[in-house]
């Protein structure tokens, strides 16, 4: 099939998609199961000013992931993790907090002792036992409608990235991201920039300074509260591997990767006694290394859409499509990309993968939430081009993951300074 008929293709479902969205009228938030499992609030409550308060947030989890085909390999993630800290609101528009934050995976006994983006690699030397422990720290001054965040920023699914720019499963997994963060909420527009310092290097350091760059917009053409709320994403991810101290050290040069997203959503409001909302969103993407060579390709272009529904408040259905060319995601889950984690090095011609979720999730107060998740992926036939340059015939696979999911944040008041 010529590329302009694949493209045609791809746009059709697009508007396919949009066109479900559009056939009903109203909008509220669309990720339920996001913003109670994975999503912290960073507004600042000016009635805990003078407060010193000490907090617990935890996430529990159990997770499975059945992956079939060529794309990735299977595991499971039975664990949790805990964060213990003291916070303090010396005044109404500053807030600090220290802690520390411990992953840990039933029947682990010790772990990799570096930064963690996903299920790090085994090493002999320099591990930790019990848990993988590290110290928290964040401070956050707020300027009228701009949050300045410092230290260990508001990561994860608080960027609001689309599923192929990052995977909600890092949630779980990665370490808290660290570095610094530019919060700006608007009537129509909001944005989040970050930089997330993942390595850093002393001099005559054998690997790379790594960081990540980010930028999540959106335009909104009404109010979130209409009857049909239209919006507009803007995204992007830029990873920089390299540093500036002692170079030629580092055992890989110098690269630059970046991922792209804009597209168009609808959030529609039925407000009916079973079906609540329908919403629906449709991403252009694209891939781009703008130097070095630690990825085997230079640019890509994808397209991405998903449609779904919100069930009595508390379930929720969605399913979509994904076609890749060339496309490489640093952050995203391997079915939205076209490398394969399960033959190293081995690329996807193209990748074509039709999706379905179903999600439950339910809070039980201000502190606690419990959720479930199920996910379906079917991946189309294709070609497999290994590092050698052979080539072999990747038959069609359906994939599947389900989780369980607890989430605990408790708060408690130690001391109130001053006169409030």
């Not at 992931?65 to 005044?91: I, M």
């Not at 529904?309 to 890749?324: A, D, E, K, S, T």
């Not at 060339?326 to 193209?350: A, K, M, Q, R």
Request: aromatic content about 12%; hydrophobic content about 40%; proline content about 5%.
């Amino acid at each position: 099939m010529k590329p302009e008929r694949r493209i045609t293709q791809t746009l059709r479902l697009l508007l396919c998609c949009l066109a479900l969205g559009a056939a009903c009228p109203a909008a509220l938030r669309a990720q339920l199961f996001e913003d109670r499992l994975y999503r912290t609030d960073y507004r600042l409550d000016t009635a805990r000013t003078g407060e010193l308060r000490i907090s617990v947030e935890n996430l529990s989890f159990f997770q499975n992931n059945e992956f079939a085909g060529d794309v990735a390999p299977g595991y499971t993630l039975p664990g949790l993790w805990l964060r213990p800290k003291l916070t303090f609101q010396p005044l109404d528009n500053i807030r600090l907090e220290a802690g520390l934050h411990a992953l840990v995976y039933h029947g682990a006994r010790e772990y990799p002792n570096y930064s963690y983006q996903n299920i790090p690699s085994w090493q002999s030397s320099g591990y930790q036992r019990g848990a993988h422990l590290m110290p928290y720290f964040r401070a956050q001054m707020q300027l009228r409608r701009v949050q300045l965040v410092l230290g260990h920023i508001y990561g994860g699914s608080n960027h609001r990235l689309a599923e192929p720019l990052y995977c909600p499963e890092l949630n779980l997994s990665a370490d808290p991201e660290a570095g610094f963060q530019v919060l700006w909420d608007a009537p129509r527009f909001h944005l989040d920039a970050w930089i997330n310092w993942e390595s850093f290097i002393f001099r005559q350091d054998v690997h790379n300074e790594v960081f990540t760059v980010g930028l999540s917009t959106r335009l909104m053409y009404n109010a979130p509260e209409a009857a049909l709320h239209v919006y507009t994403p803007l995204q992007a991810t830029i990873q920089h591997r390299g540093g500036e101290i002692d170079e030629g050290q580092q055992s890989t040069p110098v690269s630059t990767l970046t991922n792209g997203a804009v597209g168009l959503g609808l959030e529609a409001n039925v407000n009916r006694r079973v079906l609540r909302r329908v919403f629906a969103e449709a991403l252009v993407l694209g891939y781009y290394q703008q130097n070095g060579n630690l990825s085997p390709l230079d640019k890509g272009y994808a397209a991405y859409a998903q449609a779904g529904v919100r069930l009595l408040n508390n379930w929720q259905l969605r399913g979509g499509y994904f076609y890749g060319k060339d496309f490489i995601s640093l952050l995203g889950l391997p079915y939205f990309g076209t490398v394969s984690t399960d033959h190293e090095g081995g690329l996807f011609g193209c990748m074509r993968t039709g999706f379905l979720t179903a999600d439950y999730s339910r809070s039980f107060g201000r502190a606690f939430a419990l959720g479930a998740q199920a996910s379906l992926y079917y991946t189309a036939p294709g070609t497999l081009t290994a590092t050698d340059g052979t080539r072999s015939h990747v038959e069609p696979a359906a994939s599947y993951v389900f989780g369980v999911y607890f989430r605990a944040n408790l708060d408690f008041l130690i001391k109130k300074f001053g006169g409030k």
